[in-house]
T-cell receptor
Framework: AQSVTQPDIHITVSEGASLELRCNYS??????LFWYVQSPGQGLQLLLK??????LVQGIKGFEAEFKRSQSSFNLRKPSVHWSDAAEYFC????????????FGRGTSLIVHP | DADVTQTPRNRITKTGKRIMLECSQT?????MYWYRQDPGLGLRLIYY???????NKGEISDGYSVSRQAQAKFSLSLESAIPNQTALYFC???????????FGPGTRLTVL
């Protein structure tokens, strides 16, 4: 079975600073990988996804993520954080082929200081 | 209009009561899911359905049941609510290519 670890429960950054949120997965082959964002009081919105091909994936709102097979990681990055990026971020993994049942990490809460 | 809607958005109930949470979608997706979110635990899958005649348990189905009344409707029931079912509940659908989930706004349930 697949699993996801987000080692950071909270991350605090200053507005304008760069951001990296960590995600490690466990799966026997190359999985489908996702990052979702949850703003306060909202449902989850897809930021980006990786299925195959280029390991650097561009998403919405200026986010990108890099798939590193050797490290089983899919870290989310943004070069300059805006106050509106304050939210909960979830990494998710799904098996390739077969049933589409994503497994979510526990989430990282991003706090942005002015 | 929202593609995935959930009703009610907030509900406070008492221990032992039967509660139904409803989810409707206009995306035409076959696959629908129910998750619960607890602080620090992320999203955990309760039930999922691949079509009207297909219902499957997720990792935390005990104490819950579901009904897929139509392609567009997927309801979650708590037969006898207990306080540790207090949580935020999300419904989701999956795109035909199964490469993205679309989430509803959530239902905040409090069991006293």
């Amino acid at each position: 079975a697949q699993s996801v670890t987000q080692p950071d429960i909270h991350i605090t950054v200053s507005e304008g600073a760069s951001l990296e949120l960590r995600c490690n997965y466990s799966y026997g082959a190359t999985p489908y990988l996702f990052w979702y964002v949850q703003s306060p009081g909202q449902g989850l919105q897809l930021l980006l996804k990786y299925f195959s091909g280029d390991t650097l994936v561009q998403g919405i709102k200026g986010f990108e993520a890099e798939f590193k097979r050797s490290q089983s990681s899919f870290n989310l990055r943004k070069p300059s954080v805006h106050w509106s990026d304050a939210a909960e971020y979830f990494c998710a993994v799904a098996r390739t082929g077969g049933s589409y049942i994503p497994t979510f990490g526990r989430g990282t809460s991003l706090i942005v200081h002015p | 209009d929202a593609d995935v809607t959930q009703t009610p958005r907030n509900r406070i109930t008492k221990t032992g009561k039967r509660i139904m949470l409803e989810c409707s979608q206009t995306k035409g997706h076959d696959r629908m899911y129910w998750y619960r979110q607890d602080p620090g635990l992320g999203l955990r899958l309760i039930y999922y359905s691949f079509d009207v005649k297909d219902i499957n348990k997720g990792e935390i189905s005990d104490g819950y049941s579901v009904s897929r009344q139509a392609q567009a409707k997927f309801s979650l029931s708590l037969e006898s609510a207990i306080p540790n079912q207090t949580a935020l509940y999300f419904c989701a659908t999956a795109s035909p290519a199964y490469n993205e989930q679309f989430f509803g706004p959530g239902t905040r349930l409090t069991v006293l």
